[in-house]
């Protein structure tokens, strides 16, 4: 099962990739663990750059339940507000 | 008269090149404000049903409201009616620049445009003289925006046309300085007058009622929006594409014409991406502004100008599966100073390269590809070759090309970047709003799907109520005549630091959009002024304005616009979305698209209109709406 993580510009930035592909986490709960994980050391950057988003799946936003399982091929966002038009 | 009108009309016919001051209606004034809402009660009563609006019985009506010409953050917008070529109801439009300010100091607050020319003309107002120069424009005729500006000088403020108002693009728009009004079509009314500028000056003051309040609160207010996460701080470091991540995200970003609302690349062309390549400077042409959204950027063989908003950077960007940044940096440049408006540019040559993938045209246009984009847009603005077909929008052409079902337009006016199929209310909004496809008439998709408080965006509830609230709101905004930006600053700071993940937001969330007519009652409420809004009209005019006050006007204000279309021909049936939004998914979990007839009816009913969307007698009789 495979999973495409996007980052925000900040995230991206701080771990020099854009994307995680992410094999065998068929939770959110999990993609968000392995997410901080590939942070390293850096976990602090990961929580302070995600403290207030959303986790957003395929669009939808989805950090009401953390447990809800994944499908093969979902993407996940994470989600900063913003103003504009 | 009330303090902070001009109290002059000024009228100018461009066929016997007269004119005459004629005094503001201070009734009319009380019941609309000004702007917008003043400028279609003149259209209304001006012209009769029926006129072609790009013949010479269609006036081009300049209007500003009892906010511009004062120190109010974000007070430098003037509105533009007439009868829109491209949508043939109500033509609006909004613009930010240095025009309105100069109407203002000129005593003027309406200036209205009448006949046609024979030649290419322009006005130069001196409101200290209380004189009007009707001067020979050839030598202009054919300049773009930026030269032509640049050639009228600095002493004056302006508002001009491109070579697409010229030659009749039907979404050509009117420009002052670096901003433009740039939809339904309003600079190819000005140049079917063949009216290339005006130009005003004067040096009146305007009078205040309460002119300490005034100062002392905005002062408070322009410290509160520099501290304020929006406006002092996105909106300030990244302009309106800082927005592209967070459309990407929840899945709204037009992409490919519409087929998605997804691009895996759409980082490229956001707010933060510029800011670490290519962003210049800061533009902050718009006079009392304290937000500065506007990006400074450089263009190959032109220079430093102003950079693209978020709704360009969407529809020349990822629309088209473009992510260069060069290259929507270059075609909004072009679009700025050609004079024709980004949002139906982008969506129609999204649509002409999706007609060539269908094989039903051959534009030579694909996805993906920059070739020959440049060089359309400028045979778009000048009609040559196939930019004559682009030059009419995406509803002509499908009428001669077919692919109906995947133009994207309502009314006629091209869709803003906000898909409706992952932003219900936004949808409601699109197919309701009388001028159309258009997201700044209530920007409804802010409590569901880019703000920091948002409901569930594909849920039914609220999304019928939302509109009816925010659409009569821009109603008001957009006739005193402020830039909507400023509601941004109504979310207060502490709200923008919730985590989305917490009890609380999710608690408030819940009732938010369970509160139904609740929601509805409050905004109705005429206790005391509250927002800035509400306070500056009063400390302005001396009047006691509230939220209630301001819903009704702009429910006036809406109901005006809505007996104008229908009395132009539109009907309820134009109340819908393309079909692509309503039977095409871009959600995994829907098979289906927007679910616009099962909120319809809930907003007509809350509207105080009949089953076919015609307003009721008593709906008109209660807002004191003459037809």
């Known amino acids: 099962m495979s999973i495409t993580v996007e980052l925000t510009y900040d995230l991206a930035k701080a771990l020099g990739v854009r994307r995680l592909e992410l094999e065998g986490t068929p939770t959110l709960r999990q993609v968000l663990q392995a997410t901080r994980d590939s942070f390293g050391t850096e976990g602090a950057t990961f929580d302070k750059l995600t403290r207030v988003t959303a986790l957003v799946v395929n669009g939808v936003i989805a950090s009401r339940s953390q447990d809800t399982p994944l499908q093969d091929g979902d993407r996940v966002s994470f989600l900063k507000a913003a103003a504009g038009g | ?627």
């Open chain 2, 1 to 627: 008269m009330i303090k902070g009108y001009a109290g002059r009309i000024l009228d100018v016919d461009l066929g016997n090149r007269s004119f005459a001051f004629r005094p503001l209606d201070e009734d009319t004034a009380r019941l609309y404000l000004g702007g917008k809402g003043y400028g279609t009660r003149l259209l209304y009563d001006l012209t009769p049903p029926g006129i072609d609006p790009l013949g010479p019985e269609n006036p081009l009506i300049f209007a500003t409201g009892p906010l511009n010409g004062s120190l109010a953050p974000q007070s430098n917008r003037f509105a533009v009616i007439c009868k829109s070529p491209l949508t043939g109801g109500i033509g609006s439009g909004a613009c930010g620049g240095s025009f309105a300010f100069g109407l203002k100091k000129a005593g003027i607050d309406i200036l209205i445009v009448r006949n046609q020319s024979a030649t290419p003309v322009r006005l130069e107002i001196d409101g200290d003289r209380d004189s009007v120069t009707f001067l020979d424009a050839s030598d202009l005729w054919g300049q773009g925006a930026r030269a032509t500006q640049a050639a009228l000088g600095k002493g004056r403020n302006h508002a001009v046309i491109g070579p697409a108002g010229e030659n009749l693009v039907l979404y050509a728009g009117i420009v002052s300085d670096e901003r433009i009004a740039g939809r339904t079509g309003v600079g190819a009314v000005m140049g079917s007058k063949h009216l290339k500028a005006v130009s005003v000056t004067g040096t009146r003051k305007l009078e205040l009622e309460d002119p300490e309040k005034f100062n002392d609160y905005t002062k408070w207010l322009r410290k509160l929006f520099r501290a304020h996460p929006v406006l002092g701080e996105k909106l300030r470091r990244y302009g309106t594409m800082g927005i592209v991540n967070t459309t990407n995200a929840r899945n709204i970003l037009p992409t490919r014409n519409f087929k998605l609302g997804h691009h895996p690349d759409a980082m490229d062309v956001s707010g933060e991406y510029l800011e670490d390549h290519g962003l210049v400077g800061v533009k902050s042409s718009c006079i009392h502004c304290p937000v500065a959204c506007g990006r400074e950027v450089t263009v190959e063989g032109v220079g430093r100008v102003k950079g693209p908003e978020y709704e360009t950077a969407a529809l020349l960007g990822p629309n088209l599966e473009i992510t260069d940044l060069r290259w929507v940096n270059e075609w909004n440049e072009l679009a700025d100073d050609l004079g024709m408006d980004s949002i139906s540019l982008g969506v129609t040559l999204g649509f002409a390269m999706e007609l060539q993938e269908k094989s039903l045209l051959q534009s030579g246009l694909t996805f993906g590809d920059a070739t020959g984009i440049s060089a359309m847009i400028r045979d778009i603005a000048h009609r040559r070759g196939l930019g004559n077909d682009l030059a009419d929008g995406v509803k002509r052409m499908s009428e001669r090309h077919g692919g109906a079902d995947f133009a994207m337009h309502v009314k006629g006016l091209e869709l803003s970047a906000y898909d409706p199929r992952g932003s219900y209310a936004q949808g409601v909004e699109y197919a309701t709003t009388s001028r159309g496809g258009c997201h700044v008439q209530g920007a409804s998709m802010y409590f569901e799907s880019t703000g920091p408080l948002t409901i569930d965006p594909q849920s039914l509830r609220l999304k019928a109520e939302i509109p009816v609230v925010q659409q009569n709101l821009a109603c008001a905004i957009n006739s005193m005549v402020l830039c909507i930006f400023t509601t941004y600053g109504m979310i207060p700071k502490q709200v923008h630091e919730l985590d989305p993940k917490s009890r609380l937001y999710r608690t408030i969330t819940y009732f938010f959009e369970r509160s139904g007519p609740m929601y509805r009652l409050i905004t109705k409420l005429k206790l005391r002024p509250l927002t800035w809004f509400e306070q500056w009209l009063t400390y302005v005019t001396g009047q006691t304005f509230t939220s209630g006050h301001l819903q009704e006007i702009g429910e006036r204000i809406f109901n005006l616009e809505r007996m104008y279309n229908l009395r132009e021909g539109l009907t309820g049936a134009d109340d819908t979305l393309p079909h692509r939004m309503r039977h095409e998914s871009t959600f995994p979990h829907l098979d289906s698209g927007h679910p616009l007839d099962q909120l319809l009816p809930t907003y007509y009913r809350i509207r105080g209109w009949d089953a076919r969307g015609v307003p009721l007698q008593r709906t008109l009789d209660r807002l004191k709406v003459r037809t």
